[in-house]
């Protein structure tokens, strides 16, 4: 039994894309972990599934599934991949809008070349229910106890549930710990991605970002919407930012409450393959 996948990236947070529409795909946790092994299998962040859409003038749903076989419920990286993917299989036009459906929402998204991809990530929801996050006190930001301290975080959703911290050091000891522990912290229903933000100016920010069930990315799309929607929503920045990540910059662009988020990177194909251990074991 045999699985063909695309290896894509998007500023090195990586991706297998596998069509399920075209063939049988079980999701099952332990292959997606076995899959995702980076010595013994593929080597990936997240897989990205498509599926036949079910909202209307939807091109395709797909699912994000975590390295450690956990589910996701939204990707921006993943989502400018699998844009990217459609329109090199000829399923959606360059600069024309395609709605792609996820497990949160609806998503437009325009290709404007090969490598080039703008998204809508939706309005960001600054709400503690909406990352399940149990708040003990008034915020934002909020307090939150850590076996290394006291920290101030803001939270807010892009559909996948994000806690921001602003640091003055991105390459701080410190973050290694706390990256990890603010990520499984049991004042988060469903865990959280722990986003680590410098301000550098009005127009430009430096993140590094902790990923629930892949660790630190090269790059969260969604993670650099929530850096930017926190600082905007705080007057901080404007409302068009470069955010400098590990693997490279994504533009994102927000007027404020009442607006939708884009955001706009490279997605770029690596190789095509087939996977020969799909049953597992």
């Known amino acids: 039994m045999s699985l063909a996948f695309t290896k894509m990236h998007g500023l090195g947070n990586d991706f297998a894309i596998v069509d399920a529409r075209a063939q049988a795909f079980a999701a099952d946790p332990a292959?997606?972990?076995?899959?995702?092994?980076?010595?013994?299998?593929?080597?990936?962040?997240q897989l990205l599934t498509l599926h036949q859409a079910t909202a209307p003038d939807c091109v395709v749903a797909f699912r994000?599934?975590?390295?450690?076989?956990?589910?996701?419920?939204?990707?921006?990286?993943?989502?400018?991949?699998?844009?990217?993917?459609?329109?090199?299989?000829?399923?959606?036009a360059l600069d024309a809008e395609a709605r792609l459906q996820t497990d949160c929402d609806v998503a437009a998204t325009r290709v404007h070349?090969?490598?080039?991809?703008?998204?809508?990530?939706?309005?960001?929801?600054?709400?503690?229910?909406?990352?399940?996050?149990?708040?003990?006190?008034?915020?934002?930001?909020?307090?939150?106890?850590?076996?290394?301290?006291?920290?101030?975080?803001?939270?807010?959703?892009?559909?996948n549930p994000h806690a921001v911290v602003?640091?003055?050091?991105?390459?701080?000891?410190?973050?290694?710990?706390?990256?990890?522990?603010?990520?499984?912290?049991?004042?988060?229903?469903?865990?959280?991605?722990?986003?680590?933000v410098r301000v550098l100016d009005r127009t430009h920010l430096a993140l590094r970002v902790h990923e629930?069930?892949?660790?630190?990315?090269?790059?969260?799309?969604?993670?650099?919407?929530?850096?930017m929607a926190v600082l905007r929503a705080a007057a901080r920045?404007?409302?068009?930012?470069?955010?400098?990540?590990?693997?490279?910059?994504l533009r994102i662009r927000w007027q404020g409450p009442g607006a939708n988020l884009w955001m706009r990177g490279p997605a770029a194909f690596v190789y095509a393959g087939v996977w020969l251990d799909a049953r597992g074991a």
Not at 181 to 194: E, K, R, S, Y
């Open 212 to 227: 629930r069930g892949a660790g630190w990315t090269q790059a969260c799309g969604s993670g650099a919407c929530a850096a």
């Open 166 to 196: 602003e640091v003055d050091d991105l390459a701080a000891p410190a973050l290694e710990s706390l990256g990890p522990a603010l990520t499984a912290h049991a004042a988060f229903a469903h865990g959280v991605n722990a986003g680590f």
């Open 64 to 92: 994000v599934w975590n390295r450690d076989g956990s589910r996701a419920e939204q990707c921006g990286n993943g989502l400018r991949c699998v844009a990217a993917w459609l329109a090199r299989a000829g399923e959606i």
């Open 113 to 159: 070349a090969a490598h080039d991809v703008e998204v809508d990530m939706g309005e960001p929801d600054f709400t503690p229910a909406a990352v399940g996050y149990a708040a003990t006190a008034a915020g934002p930001p909020y307090r939150l106890q850590l076996a290394a301290g006291v920290i101030e975080l803001d939270v807010v959703s892009m559909g």
């Open 237 to 249: 920045v404007d409302a068009e930012v470069e955010v400098a990540l590990p693997g490279g910059t």
């Open 31 to 45: 292959l997606i972990r076995r899959m995702g092994d980076r010595r013994r299998g593929i080597g990936f962040d």
